[in-house]
């Protein structure tokens, strides 16, 4: 069984930069797997970040930003704000219609 | 303004059927995948189904094939999922979502409906 791994939590000072990265249990991430990133508070439904690697949805400021670093999807948070503290997921597309998300990264802001 | 909003959710027990909905509106339905998300409480998001605009192609994880069943009626702008023989297990708030392809991700999503599996 496929497992998505993220760093299970990231703290971040205000203005600063962190990059959160979603990886396969085998193998490498690559474009093809369209990765998507999602943020979401609590009691909230999440919000799309970035889809297919690298492009930002519907008003997404530019402070995020998605690529490809190594093995893994990477989320890149520039210059943090502290509404930016959430839980952020990755997905993968798997290939056959088949969708996987990672385990989640939670942002602390401080 | 794309909207997404779910329907249907309760409390049902074990081995009972629930039918969800998600009304969309904003946008033109028939032309877009649709995907059924949740997330059980304190846990993190869970893909459960997948359609195509047309309704012709459908997808499901392996933790609800052959029980959960995805369909859309793009005449009413509705997408449903059916949830048969279901178990404590499928407890969760169950969000409808919209993707822009049959490879992407979803970029918007509804507000979620909770179901509760219990006896």
């Known amino acids: 069984q496929t497992v998505v791994t993220q760093e299970p939590s990231f703290s971040v000072s205000p203005g600063g930069t962190v990059t959160l990265t979603c990886a396969l249990s085998?193998?490498?991430?690559?474009?093809?797997?369209?990765p998507s990133w999602y943020q979401q508070t609590p009691g909230q439904a999440p919000r799309t970040l970035i889809y297919?690697?690298?492009t930002r949805s519907s008003g997404v400021p530019d402070r995020f930003s998605g690529s490809i670093l190594g093995n893994k999807a990477a989320l890149t948070i520039t210059g943090a704000q502290a509404d930016d503290e959430s839980d952020y997921y990755c997905?993968?597309?798997?290939?056959?219609?088949?969708?996987?998300f990672g385990t989640g990264t939670k942002v602390t802001v401080l | 303004e794309v909207q997404l909003v779910e329907s249907g959710g309760g409390l049902v027990q074990p081995g009972g059927s629930l039918r969800l909905s998600c009304a969309a509106s904003?946008?033109?339905?028939?032309?877009?995948?649709m995907h059924w998300v949740r997330q059980a409480p304190g846990k993190g998001l869970v893909w459960v189904s997948r359609?195509?605009?047309?309704?012709?192609?459908?997808t499901y994880a392996d933790s609800v094939k052959g029980r959960f069943t995805i369909s859309r009626d793009n005449a009413k702008n509705t997408l449903y999922l059916q949830m048969d023989s279901l178990r404590a297990e499928d407890t969760a708030v169950y969000y409808c979502?919209?993707?822009?392809?049959?490879?992407?991700?979803?970029?918007?999503w509804g507000q979620g409906t909770l179901v509760t599996i219990s006896s």
């Open positions: 979502a919209r993707a822009p392809g049959g490879t992407y991700g979803v970029d918007y």
């Open positions: 085998s193998g490498s991430v690559s474009t093809s797997y369209y």
């Open positions: 997905v993968l597309y798997m290939g056959s219609g088949i969708y996987v």
């Open positions: 297919s690697t690298n």
């Open positions: 359609i195509s605009p047309d309704g012709t192609s459908t």
């Open positions: 904003g946008f033109t339905f028939s032309t877009y995948w």
